[in-house]
């Protein structure tokens, strides 16, 4: 059986760049919504295990071994709990989004951390509406694998639906849209700084060198 060669991945990677960019520009400039479907496919390739197979950004960062962070603000739970907010903040709140993937580029010493992307994509509270917490992972996912993106399924359950109600719009999208949009653009700055540092060798806040070899 072949096998796929480091060059052949990060090929795939570069690809991914190009595609991602094109059909944002698409959404952007033509306001082509059903993009984000495409959109949806490219991000869990790269970003989620599937099938007991590693993503391709988890083989990217074998290739080159690095580990790649992000820049997580903490969730509206975790302000409460640190005394940042006063629990009353969260009476009657009926949509809230607190682990934005725009942000996950800018340090904030005093109001968020820096951990893995992979459990930044787990984590809740990416989307809170009517007290259900949805995380990247299961947004991406549930467009891709359900929703027209590489499957179209019948049945999906109805609190997956809740964040792709037309009722609750942001900028003329739902929250889900949204939400993969906005991981869209962060995505191609990402694969911009892994280009980057394949080229110049250098470490960022946010993409490390291996300390030692993982096993």
């Not at 787990?122 to 949805?134: A, P, S």
């Not at 947004?139 to 027209?148: C, H, N, S």
């Amino acid at each position: 059986m072949a096998t796929i060669t480091d060059n052949e991945y990060l090929e795939q990677l570069f690809d991914i760049r190009k595609k991602l960019v094109s059909f944002s520009s698409s959404i952007i400039e033509k306001n082509e919504i059903t993009y984000i479907r495409d959109i949806s496919v490219k991000l869990r390739i790269l970003l989620i295990d599937k099938s007991g197979r590693k993503c391709l950004l988890k083989e990217i960062e074998n290739i080159l071994k690095i580990d790649i962070f992000v820049a997580i603000k903490y969730s509206l739970k975790e302000k409460i709990a640190k005394g940042l907010l006063p629990s009353s903040f969260s009476d009657g709140l009926i949509f809230n989004q607190t682990n934005s993937v725009a942000t996950w580029f800018n340090i904030d010493q005093r109001t968020s951390e820096i951990i893995s992307i992979f459990e930044a994509l787990n984590r809740k509270e990416e989307l809170v509406i009517d007290n259900k917490e949805f995380s990247y992972k299961e947004l991406i996912e549930t467009v891709a694998d359900k929703m027209g993106g590489a499957h179209v399924d019948k049945t999906i359950d109805d609190e997956k639906l809740i964040p792709h109600n037309n009722n609750l719009l942001i900028g003329g999208m739902t929250a889900s849209d949204r939400a993969i949009f906005d991981t869209c653009k962060t995505t191609i700055e990402l694969i911009n700084q892994i280009d980057k540092f394949i080229k110049n060798s250098e470490e960022t806040n946010f993409i490390k060198r291996w300390s030692h070899e993982k096993v």
